[in-house]
Each structure stands twice: as structure tokens, then as C-alpha cells.
């Protein structure tokens, strides 16, 4: 990557888990009082405790627990049986706590980054080659020493990276105060998710501009997608076997991305007054002089409140006859943004954004369609669990020869 020091557009990548902590807390008691809470696995063999935990494996295939930016795309999890070995590996090391199974997750993950690249690696060359973004006014949120470490495994300059918080809004506050620090003197941040890694320097690049030809008076300049665009992209790289972007609703299958459905009025995706379902695009520029405690609770409150049950009364009380005409697309995308300003205070104005900025890691199907994205190959013949234990057997045995040389002082 060119090392060059950049006038743009100060960054702020969340590459944070809010639940993290608690997740780290938990795991280093869980391994003790699993097997103290169930004593008829005192001494039960490893496989019974294997064939009693697989079974809950596959009824939830949405992450828990672990950092998504830090897992790694890889062309062998392309294959849906190597992905449910890392599925299992990862959850015996979370649920079980067993230290058997922590060293063989460090081991998996060490093997998959000989090919495999993380999400947030991916993000912050993006990030670093785009000319409109300031390289040292970029701020990463997250874990810091293990992001700091994969930055430097992946040969990428060094980024400042803060210790995350306990909420994203709290993230934002902290990138915010920051860069104030560092003197940054802009009058907006680019905020992206760490976890997009298919996006591109020239992607970030266009959502800049196209920020502009909207800009106004906007505190926040929200990039969205389309779920039709989203559609024709999964078909054009052949990935609907993975999952075809169905119905506006969840269905089992299918890449399920909810759209709320308004009238292109602004034609921010080209053609006046069409019908499409705009999607969250996981980035945004905010008015650094806007971003306040309230604002971001407000903002955040609403962005996400669609998988909070407790959100509904709120939901139905200030928005219920605005999306009921919606899905009957009663509802025009400059009215949907008065509404919303007019409910929260928070003045947004929509901006198109491609399909790889809605293609976010949330699921190991999601991992899986990524890793096919990213290395351009839909399958694979390798087996992981047996590449894996080949792995294992040739580090075990160069760790042997290491010794052996230790020993014999160098000479062998």
C-alpha cells in the first residue's frame, strides 16, 4: 500500500463485538462450572459430549461470541462441510470451555490465516487506498490487541486502534473524541462497519460522491442499498445456491434481507418513482459537530429497531401508519426521510450505496458466500478436518526439530 499522508475524510471502521467482554468473562469460567452443573459429564467420554452438543450447532447459524471482523474468509469453508468443522470447533470452544478445545480453535484459526484474509484486513485496504479518506485520521474500534496483531500479520500499515466499548453508539463517542484529539478539523466522519469485506477503495470512493449530490443540511448521510440490486448481483456471481434473495420475509434458504419498500422519488438508484426496497448499507457520514450521546442513542435506536422486540410499541406508536402505506408503497423516500427527521430530530438523507456494502458477516452462511465472493472459486475438493490434521502433524514436528536443535546447540 502507498505510504502517503491524506487530507480527506477522517474514518471511524467499528470492528467491535458489544458483547465481547462478557462473552471472555464467561468463557474462562464456563469450562470449570459445565462440568460441576452436570455431573453426569464427570467423566464422560469426549466424543458422548460431542454428539450431545452438534446437535444445537445447526439450529442457529448466526455468530455468537466471536469478533466477525477477525474470522477468516478462506476457499476451503466455501465447502458447507468444512464450514460446519469450524462451526463445531468454535462452539465446543466457546460452550464447553474446555482448554482441549481452545488450543485446537488457536490451531484452526492459524491454519486458516496461511490463505484466509479477515474481514477487517479486507476493510482497511480499502480504507487505505482510497484518496478521499485520511489514512492518519483513521480510528478502529474493536478488540485491540487482537486487531493489532491480524494488521500486522496482514502486512498492513499501522492504524490506531482504541479499545471498543459496550454499545456501537458508545464506539462512535469514542472514535468521536478520538480524532479530536488527534487535532482532526472535519467537518464530517465516515463511520463503516469492519465486517464488509468485499467493498472496494473505488466503492467507498462513489459513496463519498454521491454523498455530496445529496449533502444539504443532513446530520447523517445514510448509505442504503436495493434488495433488487442485491438480487441480480447474487445471480450474476452464481452464489444462489448459497442463498437467493426470496420474499421481503424471512424464509429458510434464502439470503433474507429485509427492505423497507418506498417510492424512488429522489432516484437515488436511477430511475425516477421506482418501486425498490431500500436496505441498511452498513455506513454512514455523520456532521462531526452533530455526534452527541442523545443523537447517536436516537439514531441507533431506530437503525436497529426492527430486531428488538421491546422497540415495537415505540415502533407502531411513531412509525406504524408510515410503514403500514409503505407496504402498500403509499410512501416516498423524501417523506420516509421527513419522518424520521420529525420523530427523532436526526435529519437523514438516503444515499445509494453497491451490493458488497449489504453483504455484512452475520452468519456462517454469510462466511461461507464471502469466502466464494472474495477468492472468485464456488467449490472446493479440499477437506479441512484432514488438512487440519496434517497441519497439526507438521508443526508438531517442526516444533520436535526446533528442539532437537536447541539441544545440540545449533548443530545437527
Not at 496482514?154 to 482504541?162: D, K, T, W
Not at 466499548?165 to 469492519?194: A, C, F, P
Request: charged fraction near 30%.
Amino acid at each position: 500500500m502507498e505510504d502517503r499522508v491524506n487530507e480527506g475524510i477522517g474514518v471511524i471502521v467499528l470492528a467491535g463485538n458489544t458483547r465481547i467482554k462478557r462473552q471472555i468473562r464467561r468463557r474462562k469460567r464456563r469450562g470449570f462450572f459445565f462440568r460441576v452443573a452436570r455431573p453426569h459429564l464427570w467423566t464422560v467420554d469426549r466424543k458422548v459430549l460431542e454428539a450431545k452438543l452438534t446437535s444445537k450447532i445447526n439450529r442457529d447459524d448466526y455468530i455468537v461470541g466471536e469478533n466477525k471482523s477477525l474470522l477468516y474468509l478462506h476457499p476451503d469453508l466455501i465447502s458447507s462441510k468444512n464450514l460446519n468443522f469450524l462451526k463445531r470447533v468454535l462452539y465446543f470452544a466457546g460452550k464447553t470451555g474446555d482448554r482441549f478445545y481452545r488450543r485446537k480453535k488457536g490451531e484452526l484459526l492459524r491454519y486458516l490465516s496461511e490463505r484466509g484474509e479477515t474481514p477487517i484486513s479486507l476493510v482497511m485496504r480499502a480504507v487505505g487506498e482510497c484518496r478521499l479518506l485520511d489514512s492518519k485520521n483513521t480510528i478502529i474500534i474493536g478488540p485491540k490487541k487482537q486487531i493489532e496483531s491480524e494488521l500486522e500479520r496482514s502486512g498492513i500499515p499501522s492504524y490506531r486502534v482504541v479499545e471498543q466499548g459496550d454499545s456501537i453508539g458508545e464506539n462512535i463517542l469514542i472514535g468521536k473524541e478520538e480524532l479530536s484529539d488527534m487535532g482532526y478539523g472535519g467537518e464530517r466522519i465516515l463511520v463503516t462497519g469492519g465486517d464488509i469485506p468485499i467493498i472496494s477503495a473505488d466503492d467507498l470512493k462513489h459513496f463519498i460522491e454521491d454523498s455530496a449530490m445529496r449533502e444539504g443540511e443532513a446530520d447523517i448521510l445514510f448509505g442504503m442499498g436495493s434488495r433488487q440490486q442485491l438480487g441480480s448481483f447474487i445471480e450474476e456471481q452464481g452464489l444462489t445456491s448459497m442463498g437467493a434473495v426470496g420474499p421481503n420475509y424471512p424464509r429458510a434458504n434464502n439470503l433474507n434481507k429485509f427492505g423497507i419498500p418506498l417510492i424512488d422519488d429522489a432516484a437515488v438508484f436511477g430511475e425516477k418513482d421506482a418501486r425498490v426496497h431500500f436496505m441498511v448499507g452498513n455506513i454512514f457520514l455523520i456532521s462531526f459537530n452533530k455526534i452527541s450521546s442523545r443523537f447517536m442513542d436516537r439514531f441507533y435506536s431506530l437503525r436497529k429497531m426492527g430486531a428488538n422486540p421491546l422497540a415495537y410499541p415505540y415502533l407502531i406508536r411513531n412509525f406504524g401508519r408510515a410503514l403500514w402505506r409503505a407496504t402498500r408503497w403509499k410512501v416516498r423516500l423524501t417523506e420516509a426521510e421527513n419522518i424520521f427527521e420529525k420523530v427523532t430530530g436526526v435529519k437523514v438523507k438516503v444515499v445509494p450505496v453497491p451490493p458488497p456494502f449489504t453483504l455484512d458477516l452475520d452468519s456462517y452462511t454469510d462466511l461461507r458466500r464471502l469466502s466464494a465472493l472474495y477468492f472468485r472459486i464456488h467449490g472446493t475438493t479440499h477437506d479441512l478436518e484432514l488438512d487440519f490434521k496434517d497441519f497439526l502433524k507438521q508443526h508438531r514436528r517442526e516444533r520436535r526439530r526446533r528442539k532437537g536443535r536447541k539441544r545440540s546447540g545449533g548443530v545437527r
